[in-house]
């Protein structure tokens, strides 16, 4: 558009020009070496503009006839130049879809078309990374970093190189020049900051992190996070041998997450030691609110070192109603009742949670009750205890597929800060059926049919199992329920071979003495039954 009227503005100035020209006639003389030309304006200017353009010709000419070695090796220079990137592209290609042969035929054509450029070393480092040759892609990223413009990239191969041969000690050294050189490099500081995460450098770490949230690497919200979780972690360590330092930074938790429960229960902690029980229990009903949680309660309940139980019991009810009756809640609230003997208002506060698949714990506070008031012979007790070894298991702390009875502020797997969860584990892997007892052969139904009625009698005294589903047993084809419970005849009995001379060369058989009767087991104690479910409750969270 623009063009155009341009041309149509030259057109008119050229229109202009010639009318304005026409209006004035004139002539032109050249007197040049005893010779005289007389023209018209009009002629003159044309001749002038005819000898302009002849003049261009020839100096086009010329100077193409003085360029063109030049431009032969900028041609070829260019060819060369497509060539190489296409092999580049070709190469990139070959690399994404898996080919090593062709990854390191065109990285090779590249490199030869194209010589050291940032790009062809890249191609040749990853070729021969997907071909499993480690040294030759060590010795490209190696040139990679000879190259101030590609150092960075090629500190990233070797990091990556060193991890693979598990030389932590190289791709720490990698990570920290990278990160130096780049400050805004992810996975430099990603890299750092696990190192200092695993060698308990939480000082250092903080600095990262703090690094990370200036440079807008990670969101506000999440880098505040990371912080708290760092400085409870160094609450922690220097809680036995420096008070002053823990509690500090502790309340800096709290501060940046009141919700985190290991904070929470730092400062509650320790803030009760110094005397302080007023902030120390506003801290801890600040997080219980949000989170309710054995630790919390048990820092909230023990306060005051010497409070009797019914102090105790005072705050667990507090407990109660800040968290609107939370499971928790009602399992704090009983073990202050059953602390104080107050066994009815314990099954008060628990009674909701037994109609909804109670966990562990709650059968065994339910257990405790029973054997307290009835003692630990009765029929309740026992029960309590049998349902506690197949009740759903108690929260616990998660990370990564690891479960832990306490805090730690990175994952024991992924290094990951802030990856414990407090959650239940799962009780039955997703897709797994219930168990079911194999069934039993001919001969086993048949030998096992003269101890039937003992079981059944036993059974009669045996604690009633938790609600959940049954494991059933398949019986063969040609076997009744009736001739399983008959007791054997003459004909069930196996056949016993008469005694005599042996057979010449029939192998002489083999006689394993009879083992010895052991005594009977004691599973049905009251105490053997707790201890089996308490092992279980300690060794499933």
């Known amino acids: 558009m623009w063009r155009a009227l341009a ?48 003049l261009g010709l020839v100096w086009a000419v010329v100077r193409g006839i003085i360029t063109l070695p030049d431009t032969l090796v900028n041609g070829s220079r260019e060819r060369r130049r497509a060539k190489g990137f296409t092999a580049l592209s070709r190469g990139m290609v070959a690399v994404g879809s898996g080919d090593p042969l ?40 190696q040139r990679m970093v000879d190259d101030p413009e ?20 190289s791709a720490r050294a990698y990570a920290a020049e990278a990160a130096r050189l780049a400050p805004s490099v992810t996975w430099a500081n990603d890299a750092v900051l696990e190192a200092q995460c695993a060698d308990g450098d939480w000082g250092g770490a903080l600095e ?54 290991p904070a929470a229960s730092i400062a509650g902690r320790l803030l009760a030691r110094r005397g302080d029980l007023k ?47 939370a499971p928790e809640a009602r399992l704090a609230l009983a073990q202050a009742a059953f602390d104080a003997r107050d066994f009815e208002k314990a099954r008060e506060a628990i009674r909701p949670l037994l109609d909804d698949g109670p966990s562990v714990r709650t059968c065994l506070m339910m257990a405790r009750i029973e054997e307290t008031e009835h003692g630990a012979g009765s029929g309740r007790a026992r029960e309590w205890l049998a349902r506690a070894a197949h009740a759903p298991r108690d929260p616990v702390w998660i990370a990564d597929g690891v ?37 039993p052969d001919t001969d086993t139904v048949a030998l096992a049919a003269p101890h039937a009625a003992a079981p059944a009698a036993a059974s009669t005294m045996a604690p009633a199992p938790a609600a959940g589903p049954k494991p059933t047993t398949t019986i063969p084809a040609g076997i009744t329920p009736a001739s399983v419970a ?24 083999v006689v394993l003495p009879q083992p010895r009767p052991a005594g009977p087991p004691a599973t049905g104690s009251p105490a053997t039954a707790r201890e089996d479910a308490e092992a279980k409750a300690r060794r499933f969270g």
């Open 486 to 509: 008959r007791a054997p005849t003459e004909a069930d009995k196996p056949a016993v071979a008469e005694p005599g001379p042996m057979p010449a060369g029939a192998a002489s058989p």
């Open 403 to 439: 479960a832990s009875p306490t805090w730690e502020p990175i994952s024991p797997v992924s290094g990951r800060i802030d990856a414990f969860v407090w959650q239940a584990p799962p009780n039955l892997l997703a897709g797994q059926e219930p168990f079911e007892t194999p069934a």
């Open 279 to 325: 902030k120390a229990a506003k801290i801890v009903e600040a997080a219980w609110k949000s989170n309710p949680h054995p630790d919390l309660a048990k820092v909230y309940l023990n306060l005051r070192t010497g409070d009797s139980v019914r102090d105790r019991l005072a705050r667990a009810e507090t407990l109660a109603k800040l968290s609107s009756w």
């Open 150 to 169: 590609t150092r960075v990239l090629g500190l990233r191969g070797l990091f990556v190189e060193a991890r693979r041969r598990e030389d932590d000690v």
């Open 7 to 54: 041309f149509l503005a030259l057109l008119a100035v050229a229109a202009f020009g010639a009318v304005w020209i026409a209006d004035r006639p004139g002539s032109v003389t050249i007197v040049w070496n005893g010779y005289e030309v007389a023209t018209s304006l009009a002629i003159a200017l044309i001749g002038v503009g005819i000898a302009a353009i002849a």
């Open 208 to 261: 990262i992190v703090e690094r990370r949230g200036s440079l807008g690497l990670i969101d506000k919200a999440e880098a505040r996070r990371q912080r708290a979780v760092l400085l409870t972690a160094m609450a922690q360590v220097r809680e036995a041998g420096e008070p002053e330092a823990a509690t500090e930074r502790a309340l800096q938790a709290v501060k940046l997450a009141p919700d985190l429960v």
């Open 102 to 141: 062709a990854a390191r035929r065109h990285a090779g054509d590249a490199e030869r078309l194209l010589g050291a450029e940032p790009l062809t070393l890249l191609l040749k480092a990853q070729a021969a990374q997907i071909s499993g040759d480690r040294q030759a892609a060590e010795s490209a990223f």
